[in-house]
T-cell receptor, first 116, second 108 residues
Framework: EPEVTQTPSHQVTQMGQEVILRCVPI?????FYWYRQILGQKVEFLVS????????KSEIFDDQFSVERPDGSNFTLKIRSTKLEDSAMYFC??????????????FGEGSRLTVL | GQSLEQPSEVTAVEGAIVQINCTYQ??????LSWYQQHDGGAPTFLSY????GLEETGRFSSFLSRSDSYGYLLLQELQMKDSASYFC?????????FGSGTRLLVRP
C-alpha cells in the first residue's frame, strides 16, 4: 500500500541551527502539507503546497520556514535558526485533491525535532 | 477563522459504546472528518461527512448536522486498541483544520 515516508524520524539540533525535514508523498498525489504537533497538543497546520507553489500558510509559517519540492518525489521543510519552541513532531501529508476533497489526508509517521 | 470544540478526555469500558462530540465554527464549510492517533503515531483517517446524516464504517460511525454545526464519532464494541486520541477536522480552502482532540481511554 502506498505511504508517505519521512526522514529523519528524530533529529536533535542546537538552537540557532538549520534543519531540513524530508518527505516523499504518495506518488500520484498532487497536494502536499506540513503539520506540526507539540507534545500532547493538537495537530496544527503549517503550509499546503500545490503545483510547485505554496497554496496556503498559517501564521506559524513565518520567514523562518520554507518548503521546496526539489525533484519529482521529495517535499522538504526547512527551518532556519531553530528555536526551543520549534521542538515538536512534524508531519507531512499528501492527497490527490485539495484537502483531500473528502477530508482524507495521508500522513507520514512524522519527524520528531528536538531543539536544545 | 475556524474553531472546533471537543471534550478533552473520555473513558469507557471494553465492549461499550462511546460518542465523541465535535462542534465547529468555520466559514466555507465543506465537511467534517475524523482521525485517530495512537501515542507516537501518525493521524489516520477514519471517516468523512459531507452531508447531514450518519456514515457507518464497521464499528465506527460518524454523524453530521450542518444546521447545528455539530458532529460526532460513535465507536461501538470498544476494544483496548481503540485507546487513542480522536480529532475532528474541517476543510478550509487548501487545508484541514483539526480540533484539539479527545483522548479515549478504554478500560478492561
Amino acid at each position: 500500500e502506498p505511504e508517505v515516508t519521512q526522514t529523519p524520524s528524530h533529529q536533535v539540533t542546537q538552537m540557532g541551527q538549520e534543519v531540513i525535514l524530508r518527505c516523499v508523498p504518495i506518488s500520484n498525489h498532487l497536494y502536499f502539507y506540513w503539520y506540526r504537533q507539540i507534545l500532547g497538543q493538537k495537530v496544527e497546520f503549517l503550509v499546503s503546497f500545490y503545483n510547485n507553489e505554496i497554496s496556503e500558510k498559517s501564521e506559524i509559517f513565518d520567514d523562518q520556514f520554507s518548503v521546496e519540492r526539489p525533484d519529482g518525489s521529495n517535499f522538504t521543510l526547512k527551518i532556519r535558526s531553530t528555536k526551543l519552541e520549534d521542538s515538536a513532531m512534524y508531519f507531512c501529508a499528501s492527497s490527490e485533491r485539495p484537502a483531500g476533497n473528502t477530508g482524507e489526508l495521508f500522513f507520514g509517521e512524522g519527524s520528531r525535532l528536538t531543539v536544545l | 477563522g475556524q474553531s472546533l470544540e471537543q471534550p478533552s478526555e473520555v473513558t469507557a469500558v471494553e465492549g461499550a459504546i462511546v460518542q465523541i462530540n465535535c462542534t465547529y465554527q468555520t466559514s466555507g464549510f465543506y465537511g467534517l472528518s475524523w482521525y485517530q492517533q495512537h501515542d507516537g503515531g501518525a493521524p489516520t483517517f477514519l471517516s468523512y461527512n459531507g452531508l447531514d446524516g450518519l456514515e457507518e464504517t464497521g464499528r465506527f460511525s460518524s454523524f453530521l448536522s450542518r444546521s447545528d454545526s455539530y458532529g460526532y464519532l460513535l465507536l461501538q464494541e470498544l476494544q483496548m486498541k481503540d485507546s487513542a486520541s480522536y480529532f475532528c477536522a474541517v476543510r478550509s480552502s487548501y487545508k484541514l483544520i483539526f480540533g484539539s482532540g479527545t483522548r479515549l481511554l478504554v478500560r478492561p
